[in-house]
């Protein structure tokens, strides 16, 4: 039936406005040989508010109109001349820029073949010939406001993805570069071994190394409780903390309860962090920690031949109990010593069904390892491999180990 004239759709302009402000901008293109229909639909879009419509004779020309502007929905025939439907469909669905786009055929073919080779070409959904106004725009309406909202989401994820990802290199320049790690080895005749992997985007992980003076070199691991944006931007309060307190570099235990009292006052109720902090004398060969509840170091003496053993890290957890005492704790740190600091995602994963590595069981498989004399960052990739070989589809918390070793080769 022939459509009055009085909202017979206008064949141009060809380009559609750019601004949408709602679901009744959308771009919209029907794809049809036939003038008739194409002005039919036009007019059902146009009589409900859409006007931003477009339209093609066949597929060719439906792909030149696209090459201009990509549209919002395709109301498509399936049976055209020089390119049809299903040819259209199958092209626009292997390109980046269309392969999402909602695609609504209209044809008069209603056999079950038909209509699954049009699914399996990439159709959306279909309506069939005569066309009925009232199913035409409410599958119109339904498909547009999916394809919208799925953008939306999709503009969301890449806006919050992009901004996480510039949090986790700001996180990563927290931790010391590779030059700097050497240039602390030469400084103070330190082996020097580093991995830090968050286990998201982002990290409630942190460690450090400060140099105290020309004799004396700190470190510290912290971990703060869960991990993702809140974690890792504890771990930023605490460095900018951390960083301002110079006069207790060489006291640990008083760094430790001033910084519990500290996060005490700032974190959220019932957050916390578990940290060790320790000085490194080369002077007189003794390290000094003191110790928030972390994972107990991993200690070797060149008398102990090749195994390792576990030091104390027994301590109230930062941030739980307001003017907490924190006790210092003295090792020999001998030419030949090393220490293995770590976090418990380390040892919270399982060895084999059921049992867990625990520290025991990481204090025997790194032994193991230095029975093959490995430098000390082969020895950390090595336990790096072993961890990533028990873990699931996702790592289970972030993961930081720090390897020292007293060298004795000071300034070279």
């Not at 141009?12 to 771009?27: C, F, G, H, V």
Request: proline share 5%; glycine share 6%; charged share 25%.
């Amino acid at each position: 039936m022939p459509v009055p004239e009085t909202i017979a759709p206008q064949m141009e302009p060809l380009y559609w406005s750019k601004q949408k402000t709602n679901i009744r901008d959308a771009k919209i293109l029907v794809v049809d040989d036939s003038a008739l229909i194409r002005e039919l639909i036009g007019a059902c879009l146009m009589t409900d508010g859409y006007n931003n419509v477009c339209y093609a004779e066949n597929g060719q020309d439906a792909l030149e109109v696209i090459s201009l502007e990509v549209p919002d929905l395709i109301i498509l025939d399936l049976e055209m001349p020089v390119m049809d439907g299903f040819e259209l469909c199958q092209k626009l669905r292997l390109r980046p820029d269309t392969k999402a786009i909602p695609i609504l055929i209209q044809s008069g073919r209603d056999t079950a073949s038909d209509i699954t080779l049009a699914f399996e070409y990439g159709a959306s959904d279909m309506v069939i010939k005569p066309i009925k106004k009232y199913e035409i725009l409410a599958r119109t309406k339904v498909h547009l406001e999916h394809y919208f909202f799925v953008q939306k989401l999709t503009d969301f994820h890449d806006r919050i993805a992009s901004e996480l990802e510039q949090a986790r290199k700001l996180q990563l320049d927290l931790c010391p570069s590779k030059k700097e790690l050497k240039n602390l080895e030469t400084l103070y005749g330190i082996k020097i071994g580093w991995h830090y992997e968050p286990s998201s985007e982002l990290g409630g992980d942190i460690g450090g190394m400060i140099p105290v003076n020309e004799h004396t070199l700190a470190f510290y691991i912290a971990d703060f409780a869960g991990h993702g944006v809140a974690a890792a931007l504890n771990t930023f309060r605490l460095q900018s903390w951390l960083y301002s307190q110079s006069k207790y570099f060489e006291y640990p235990s008083k760094l430790l309860e001033k910084l519990n009292n500290f996060l005490f006052h700032s974190l959220k109720k019932e957050s916390y962090a578990t940290m060790l902090y320790g000085c490194i004398d080369l002077k007189s060969n003794v390290l000094t920690y003191a110790a928030a509840g972390t994972q107990p170091p991993l200690l070797h003496t060149p008398e102990n031949d090749h195994n390792f053993s576990l030091c104390n890290s027994n301590g109230m957890p930062l941030g739980l109990r307001e003017n907490w005492t924190y006790s210092n704790r003295s090792l020999p740190f001998g030419i030949g010593t090393k220490l293995i600091l770590y976090s418990d995602a380390l040892v919270e994963v399982e060895r084999r069904p059921g049992e867990f590595l625990g520290e025991e069981g990481l204090k025997e498989e790194v032994s193991n390892i230095w029975k093959e004399k490995p430098t000390p960052q082969d020895l950390i990739n090595t336990i790096v491999t072993n961890f990533q070989s028990r873990l699931g589809t996702e790592a289970p918390d972030d993961l930081t180990i720090i390897y020292l070793e007293n060298s004795g080769d000071k300034n070279g």
